[in-house]
């Protein structure tokens, strides 16, 4: 046996298609490991041609489970095309949008793809983790998250019109002022979900000292921090510029403007996947890998800016230091900003001026390029279009946060396999640890999600010349 | 002008001589699906929709340019005809690219409508996926190829309503394609007002006013009959 590569394919419950393979030296130990999506969509080719104008709802088309973002981005993009100003109204309306989307996508990670792992045990009946597996077990965890899930949906669907691709972000704004019984309607909706979201986290907080050897082998490397950050350093969603940070907490890049993006990050194309691996310039490539996402986030920033919030914050830091490094604390730093992002759309939707009926803009083309980001749930969203002097789209380039964390997640693959897997004596628990530490950056590779983990996971090993020499399914 | 009786699914009804079909079972409130009519602008019979099948007579005929006889039997609704009509539905959508939930006109297409209605759910031909582009070199309006279905409709008001015979088709069969003046981006036209009544005909999102985003077309089609000095103009 002079080589050996084990696949798992496909990789079950993350939104989308991807398989990794691990590749086994002679000694039979882990050699290499690769994390590769296998899925091609070429929304950058798409938009080619097509009105800017449409762009915000044809992008949101890119991904079902947060659209909301990709609108967000590809309209902040549009809005400077336009050469417009939102109205403050306006801008406030799609922050609570996406929040509603971070919430809503958060809940479907952590509850529906990622609890199964945490609740259930790693290596528990394959056939039993899902999240049926946890309505069984603890029923008001199970609930916690359907509820949270549809606390984030209603919000988007009250203020869009539908749960999923609303036509309502537009270049300039959006379409249609909030009304007051909408508002009143989500702010009623608000102590539940609020309980609910401390609820899960004071469940964590009890558990996690049970997950110590997964927490430190899940992805558990110094890295770059990047996010968006508030003027004073408050954790920005929609707004912000972009601050990069190392793990001892150096800020290597501050105050950047998302129109500079290229000049920080660069981005190279491997053979072994569809997804673009992002990294930070001025460290090169590919010692200038950093993370996005909620980890990223909480450590770029100085504090939350909500009251509730910025305690669990001051707690989280107290347990695991300033600049934790492990990819699985993104769980913990997911419902922390469950919690936060609740706070905010409480406190946006409880200002007077949220039903002013100014909440867009309208201009012809004023430019031929704009740059739009956003923070989706699974960090920075860059979205940079070119159109001509009529407005029709000539180029299009889209840095997606699963894109900044790819080079994160094949580091965190291959730190884990090397832990877990040892020679061809492969568990199903083992190769479980080998996705869940994917499911730690809660990939978005997709419109879709296999949640209720039906899927059949095959893992082949086999030998230089491609013979199989052992097959592992479920 | 003399009054015609004839049936019309079932029903005993009459019209006056030169009159259509389509006409006469509109004033008796039996419908008949359209596309390419629009009250107010002349008939073409483009979009075929409206075909009814007459009583000793193989063929079908477009009702809205097939007039009424003395005696005539015609049937509106049969297996046949609702097969015709969703087969027609299908050709429109495969033959460009409509792709309705990033379409300005979604939910306000009237080819979306007859989708619905004739229970079109899928699509057994190939889509022919053309290239088709957009030309939004006017100051206010674009046409998307992608959407059009060549009802003609731009075409005729133009003409017939605002007298600048703007547009126009060139080409056959499935590279047919509505032009502007002959064949000049749609900004250089001399001949355009700007009045902007072939955007608000338009069955679909090809024809739209720069600036709408998806979903947010409108179309102000039910307008045209107060502009038209007269109901001569509809044959």
Same mark, same amino acid.
């Given at each position: 046996?002079?080589?050996?590569? $084990?696949?798992?394919?496909?990789?079950?419950? /993350?939104?989308?298609?991807?398989?990794?393979?691990?590749?086994?030296?002679?000694? *039979?130990?882990?050699? #290499?490991?690769?994390?590769?999506?296998? !899925?091609?969509?070429?929304?950058?080719? /798409?938009?080619?041609?097509?009105?800017?104008?449409?762009?915000?709802?044809?992008?949101?088309?890119?991904?079902?489970?947060?659209?909301?973002?990709?609108?967000?981005?590809?309209?902040?993009?549009?809005?400077?095309?336009?050469?417009?100003?939102?109205?403050?109204?306006?801008?406030?309306?799609?922050?609570?949008?996406?929040?509603? !989307? $971070?919430?809503?996508?958060?809940?479907? @990670?952590? &509850?529906?793809?990622?609890?199964?792992?945490?609740?259930?045990?790693? #290596?528990?009946?394959?056939?039993?983790?899902?999240?049926?597996?946890?309505?069984?077990?603890?029923?008001?965890?199970?609930?916690?998250?359907?509820?949270?899930?549809?606390?984030?949906?209603?919000?988007?669907?009250?203020?869009?019109?539908?749960?999923?691709?609303?036509?309502?972000?537009?270049?300039?704004?959006?379409?249609?002022?909030?009304?007051?019984?909408?508002?009143?309607?989500?702010?009623?909706?608000?102590?539940?979900?609020?309980?609910?979201?401390?609820?899960?986290?004071?469940?964590?907080?009890?558990?996690?000292? @049970?997950?110590?050897?997964?927490?430190?082998?899940?992805?558990? &490397?110094?890295?770059?921090?990047?996010?968006?950050?508030?003027?004073?350093?408050?954790?920005?969603?929609?707004? *912000?510029?972009?601050?990069?940070?190392?793990? @001892?907490?150096?800020?290597?890049?501050?105050?950047?403007?998302?129109?500079?993006?290229?000049?920080?990050?660069?981005?190279?194309?491997?053979?072994?996947?569809?997804?673009?691996?992002?990294?930070?310039?001025?460290?090169?490539?590919?010692? *200038?890998?950093?993370?996005?996402?909620?980890?990223?986030?909480?450590?770029?920033?100085?504090?939350?800016?909500?009251?509730?919030?910025?305690?669990?914050?001051?707690?989280?830091?107290?347990?695991?230091?300033?600049?934790?490094?492990?990819?699985?604390?993104?769980?913990?730093?997911?419902?922390?900003?469950?919690?936060?992002?609740?706070?905010? $759309?409480?406190?946006?939707?409880?200002?007077?001026?949220?039903?002013?009926?100014?909440?867009?803009?309208?201009?012809?083309?004023?430019?031929?390029?704009?740059?739009?980001?956003?923070?989706?749930? +699974?960090?920075?969203?860059?979205?940079?279009?070119?159109?001509?002097?009529?407005?029709?789209?000539?180029?299009?380039?889209?840095?997606?946060?699963?894109?900044?964390?790819?080079?994160?997640?094949?580091?965190?693959?291959?730190?884990?396999?090397?832990?877990?897997?040892?020679? #061809? !004596?492969?568990?199903?628990?083992?190769?479980?640890?080998?996705?869940?530490? $994917?499911?730690?950056? #809660?990939?978005?590779?997709?419109?879709?999600?296999?949640?209720?983990?039906?899927?059949?996971?095959?893992?082949?090993?086999?030998?230089?010349?491609?013979?199989?020499?052992?097959?592992?399914? +479920? | 002008?003399?009054?015609?009786t004839l049936t019309i699914e079932g029903r005993d009804v009459a019209?006056?001589?030169?009159?259509?079909i389509?006409?006469v079972a509109?004033?008796n409130?039996i419908?008949? %699906?359209?596309?390419?009519?629009?009250?107010?602008?002349?008939?073409?019979?483009?979009?075929?929709?409206?075909?009814?099948?007459v009583e000793?007579?193989?063929?079908?005929?477009?009702?809205?340019?097939?007039?009424i006889?003395e005696g005539m039997k015609v049937t509106v609704?049969?297996?046949?005809?609702?097969?015709? =009509? =969703?087969?027609?539905?299908?050709?429109?959508?495969?033959?460009?690219?409509?792709?309705?939930?990033?379409?300005?006109?979604?939910?306000?297409?009237?080819?979306?409508?007859?989708?619905?209605?004739?229970?079109?759910?899928?699509?057994?031909?190939?889509?022919?996926?053309?290239?088709?582009?957009?030309?939004?070199?006017?100051?206010?309006?674009?046409?998307?190829?992608?959407?059009?279905?060549?009802?003609?409709?731009?075409?005729?008001?133009?003409?017939?309503?605002?007298?600048?015979?703007?547009?126009?088709?060139?080409?056959?069969?499935?590279?047919?394609?509505?032009?502007?003046?002959?064949?000049? %981006?749609?900004?250089?036209?001399?001949?355009?007002?700007?009045?902007?009544?072939?955007?608000?005909?338009?069955?679909?999102?090809?024809?739209?006013?720069?600036?709408?985003?998806?979903?947010?077309?409108?179309?102000?089609? %039910?307008?045209? %009959?107060?502009?038209?000095?007269?109901?001569?103009?509809?044959?």
């Amino acid at each position: 046996m002079a080589d050996n590569t $084990i696949v798992i394919e496909p990789v079950t419950r /993350i939104e989308g298609h991807a398989k990794i393979t691990i590749q086994l030296d002679e000694a *039979g130990e882990v050699a #290499d490991a690769h994390f590769h999506v296998t !899925q091609f969509r070429g929304f950058e080719r /798409i938009s080619q041609g097509r009105m800017v104008h449409e762009m915000p709802s044809l992008m949101a088309r890119i991904c079902g489970i947060c659209p909301v973002s990709h609108m967000v981005a590809s309209a902040k993009a549009c809005d400077e095309i336009l050469g417009v100003t939102v109205p403050p109204t306006g801008v406030r309306l799609r922050r609570v949008l996406n929040l509603a !989307q $971070i919430v809503q996508s958060h809940a479907l @990670s952590f &509850f529906y793809l990622s609890s199964p792992d945490l609740l259930l045990g790693f #290596d528990s009946d394959p056939a039993l983790r899902n999240l049926v597996g946890v309505a069984r077990q603890t029923p008001d965890l199970a609930r916690d998250g359907v509820a949270l899930r549809r606390f984030g949906q209603r919000i988007i669907e009250r203020l869009g019109g539908k749960r999923i691709h609303p036509a309502w972000v537009v270049p300039g704004g959006v379409s249609r002022p909030l009304e007051a019984s909408e508002r009143d309607s989500i702010l009623a909706e608000i102590p539940d979900a609020r309980m609910r979201a401390h609820r899960t986290l004071e469940w964590f907080k009890k558990n996690v000292a @049970s997950w110590t050897e997964e927490a430190a082998h899940f992805g558990d &490397f110094p890295s770059l921090y990047m996010g968006l950050v508030h003027e004073g350093g408050n954790a920005a969603y929609s707004d *912000g510029l972009l601050r990069v940070v190392d793990s @001892s907490g150096w800020v290597m890049a501050d105050g950047v403007d998302p129109r500079a993006y290229e000049e920080y990050l660069g981005e190279t194309v491997e053979p072994w996947s569809y997804l673009k691996s992002t990294y930070f310039k001025p460290l090169g490539y590919p010692a *200038g890998i950093y993370r996005v996402g909620p980890l990223a986030r909480l450590n770029v920033a100085e504090r939350l800016g909500t009251s509730a919030a910025d305690a669990e914050l001051a707690e989280y830091r107290e347990r695991l230091g300033r600049y934790p490094s492990s990819s699985f604390h993104y769980h913990y730093a997911r419902l922390i900003e469950i919690v936060h992002c609740i706070d905010v $759309i409480d406190e946006i939707l409880s200002r007077p001026d949220i039903l002013d009926p100014h909440v867009r803009a309208r201009a012809q083309i004023n430019r031929n390029e704009g740059v739009g980001v956003s923070e989706a749930p +699974r960090g920075v969203l860059i979205h940079h279009y070119k159109v001509d002097d009529d407005g029709l789209v000539e180029w299009v380039n889209l840095v997606i946060a699963t894109g900044h964390n790819n080079l994160a997640m094949n580091r965190s693959v291959l730190q884990t396999a090397r832990h877990y897997i040892k020679g #061809d !004596q492969v568990k199903e628990g083992m190769l479980n640890r080998v996705e869940a530490v $994917i499911r730690c950056y #809660d990939p978005c590779l997709s419109c879709s999600t296999h949640a209720v983990g039906q899927m059949p996971l095959e893992v082949d090993i086999r030998d230089a010349e491609g013979s199989l020499l052992r097959q592992v399914s +479920r | 002008m003399s009054v015609l009786t004839l049936t019309i699914e079932g029903r005993d009804v009459a019209g006056q001589t030169g009159h259509t079909i389509l006409q006469v079972a509109r004033e008796n409130g039996i419908p008949i %699906p359209t596309l390419c009519h629009l009250q107010g602008l002349s008939d073409v019979g483009a979009c075929r929709l409206c075909v009814v099948e007459v009583e000793g007579q193989r063929k079908l005929f477009p009702a809205c340019v097939t007039t009424i006889d003395e005696g005539m039997k015609v049937t509106v609704n049969s297996e046949r005809l609702a097969a015709h =009509r =969703r087969r027609i539905v299908e050709l429109l959508f495969t033959e460009r690219n409509h792709i309705c939930s990033v379409c300005i006109a979604d939910r306000n297409c009237e080819l979306q409508d007859l989708a619905v209605a004739v229970g079109l759910t899928h699509f057994e031909l190939p889509l022919l996926s053309p290239q088709a582009v957009v030309d939004a070199t006017h100051e206010r309006f674009g046409i998307d190829h992608n959407r059009c279905v060549l009802c003609t409709r731009c075409v005729r008001v133009c003409d017939e309503i605002e007298g600048a015979h703007t547009w126009d088709v060139m080409g056959r069969g499935t590279e047919a394609r509505l032009i502007t003046d002959l064949g000049i %981006p749609w900004g250089d036209s001399n001949t355009c007002t700007s009045c902007g009544k072939c955007v608000q005909v338009c069955p679909t999102g090809a024809l739209f006013e720069k600036g709408r985003s998806v979903a947010e077309a409108r179309h102000r089609r %039910p307008y045209l %009959p107060y502009l038209v000095a007269h109901e001569g103009r509809t044959r």
